[in-house]
């Protein structure tokens, strides 16, 4: 296990084929009851074998047991009905048909608490769990009962909050909520978004991180990054006010993106987890590549502060390529390590 560069994912890993279709996002369960939860299990398994043996020194869950990284949080709540759907927009990108607040939000009990207490039973290495964060969750719903993006990310937040202190006690080390909303709402972000994420971090000992990215590498956010510039300069906005919170550690997206490099410095004081994995492309990085990315990065970072990572989920991939990835990220931060020794 490496204390210096230590190397993780950002969250999700493909689904092996006999317990979803792959290569699809919201992919329906080929299994029922029972068999389901034992597939789920034997999936997360192979989860973490696969990242022991690619040598990833922090090991998350892959989430082999969620079928979204938002949705499936939200379906334990009550106040929120899957019936009645309206199609928003999300990410001010493309529409989806969500479900709709209909009441006060709540969690009548763990989500995640016993998935977490089984990947803790799996592995001796750290441990990371994935939460979407509040905004990104209002993102993700039609409000019909708070009619306020502001109340509704409060009350989330107290929420992501109680489960976040019970994966905490499941031997969770690293917290993570996923709020890629932070790269489109800016004026929010300021206004109320900082400040619902440090609620839903708030009294925890482990540490915490906010994923901010571009998105998995489906069609509707490629044609939106396309739009954006020589030049993606989102982060610029965000990471003032990151570098400021209680948050520990911000992870962000880089490798074969048109995020200038120089704006990590933005972050100094703070762990960065920087994508050295391009999620977008099915091309395997080199670990010289890797290397690189690394590099660069190490010039706005302390070296003792820098978490080789990925750019953002592979759930898309093939299984094949996730793995290879993976391999090549441990690989290149094997090359700086000795180098820095
Ligand atoms: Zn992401």
Not at 315 to 322: C, D, E, S
């Amino acid at each position: 296990m490496n204390a210096l560069l230590p190397t993780s994912i950002v969250g999700s890993l493909p689904k092996p084929s006999w317990l979803a279709q792959p290569e699809t996002l919201w992919s329906p369960w080929k299994l029922e009851g029972d068999e389901l939860l034992e597939g789920k299990r034997d999936a997360l398994s192979l989860a973490v074998d696969e990242q022991r043996l690619a040598g990833l020194d922090v090991v998350s869950d892959g989430e082999q047991t969620r079928q979204h990284f938002v949705t499936t949080f939200i379906e334990h709540l009550s106040g929120v009905d899957f019936e009645r759907r309206e199609t928003v927009r999300i990410r001010d990108r493309y529409d989806a048909s969500v479900p709709t607040v209909i009441g006060a939000v709540g969690r009548e009990r763990p989500v995640f608490a016993d998935d977490a207490r089984a990947l803790r039973a799996q592995t001796d290495r750290r441990i990371k769990w994935a939460l979407p964060g509040p905004m990104t969750m209002i993102d993700t719903l039609s409000d019909r009962h708070y009619r306020s993006r502001e109340k509704l990310a409060w009350e989330f937040a107290k929420i992501l909050n109680q489960e976040a202190k019970e994966l905490e006690a499941a031997g969770v080390d690293i917290i993570q909520f996923d709020e890629p909303a932070f790269n489109v709402f800016f004026d929010e972000v300021g206004d109320w978004g900082v400040a619902a994420l440090e609620r839903a971090a708030e009294g925890l000992r482990s540490e915490t991180v906010v994923h901010i990215c571009y998105g998995y590498g489906i069609k509707a956010n490629t044609d939106w990054k396309a739009t954006l510039g020589p030049e993606w300069r989102q982060y610029e906005q965000t990471f003032p006010l990151l570098q400021r919170s209680t948050i520990d550690t911000v992870s962000l997206e880089s490798h074969n993106s048109r995020v200038p490099v120089d704006l990590i410095e933005l972050l100094r004081g703070k762990n960065v987890m920087l994508g050295a994995i391009d999620v977008a492309s099915d091309q395997i990085e080199t670990p010289d590549e890797v290397a690189a990315t690394l590099r660069d990065a190490l010039r706005f970072v302390d070296a003792d502060r820098l978490c080789p990572s990925t750019n953002c989920g592979m759930a898309p991939l093939a299984r094949q390529v996730a793995r290879d990835k993976m391999s090549a990220l441990a690989a290149g931060a094997d090359i700086v390590r000795a180098e820095l020794a």
